[in-house]
C-alpha cells in the first residue's frame, strides 16, 4: 500500500492492550476520537456505543490484556482508554467501520460504491459534509476547466499563448463566458477567466460572489 501499512485482514480478532504489570481488573473504555481520556469523560456503559468485553483475560506474564467480544454499533474513529490501578491510559485509537467489503461505504444500510453528494465517507460510513451545507457566499472561487483548443488542432498558435489584445483571444474569452453562463443559468458578469493555460487549454475561472458591497 502507498502508506507502507500491511493489507488489513477482513477477519475478526479480540482486542489486546500490550504493556507491563498488567491486571484482570484493567478496564478498557472507549471515547470519540475528539475527546482525551479523562476519569469524567467516561460515562454508564449503557450510553456507549460498544459492548462490554465477554470475557478477559491477561497472560502468563502480565504484558497483555485479552479482551473478547466487544464490538459497536456505530462507525468512526475513537480513542482506546485504560483504567489500569486508579488511573487511565491513553492506549490508542481505533476505526470503526461498517461490514462493506472495502471500497464500498454504507448509506441508509446498504453497501454501495459512491456516497451522496453532501455526504463524504468517514470510516467507510457516509456521513454529512459540514463544510458543504456551509454557505460561504462571501468567497469567490477558481477553478481550472480544461478544454480543447480550437486553434491548435489546426496547426495555429496556441489562444493561451496569444496577446490579451489579441482579438480571437478576447472573441474565445468572451464565448466561453457567455456560453458557461448559459449552462449554468448564471448571470455572465459573475464569471471572470483569470488566465489561460497552455496544455489543452486550462481556463483559471473565477466565480465571484453574490450580492456583496461591490456589486
Known amino acids: 500500500a502507498r502508506c507502507g501499512c500491511e493489507p488489513r485482514v477482513d477477519e475478526i480478532f479480540p482486542m489486546q492492550i500490550v504493556g507491563f504489570n498488567l491486571q484482570q481488573e484493567d478496564k478498557v473504555d ?74 464500498l461505504v454504507l448509506v441508509d444500510g446498504a453497501c454501495v460504491e459512491h456516497c451522496p453528494r453532501t455526504k463524504i465517507p468517514i470510516a467507510g460510513d457516509c456521513l454529512r459534509d459540514t463544510a458543504a451545507m456551509m454557505a460561504l457566499d462571501t468567497q469567490a472561487y477558481m477553478v481550472q476547466i480544461r478544454m480543447t483548443d480550437p486553434y491548435q488542432s489546426g496547426g495555429g498558435q496556441s489562444i493561451a499563448e496569444r496577446d490579451s489584445e489579441d482579438p480571437e483571444q478576447r472573441y474565445f474569452i468572451y464565448r466561453y463566458t457567455y456560453e458557461l453562463a448559459k449552462i449554468l443559468n448564471a448571470d455572465p458578469t459573475r464569471i471572470y477567466v483569470a488566465s489561460l493555460s497552455n496544455g489543452s487549454v486550462v481556463v483559471n475561472t473565477v466565480f465571484q460572489v453574490v450580492g456583496t458591497w461591490d456589486d
Open 30 to 103: 472507549v471515547l470519540p476520537i475528539e475527546q482525551l481520556c479523562d476519569i469524567n469523560q467516561i460515562g454508564p456503559r449503557i450510553l456507549s456505543p460498544f459492548s462490554e468485553a465477554s470475557t478477559q483475560y491477561v497472560s502468563e506474564f502480565n504484558d497483555k490484556v485479552t479482551y473478547e467480544g466487544i464490538s459497536s454499533i456505530k462507525t468512526g474513529r475513537y480513542r482506546v482508554c485504560v483504567q489500569h490501578v486508579g488511573r487511565l491510559y491513553d492506549v490508542g485509537t481505533i476505526t470503526v467501520r461498517p461490514s462493506c467489503r472495502v471500497p
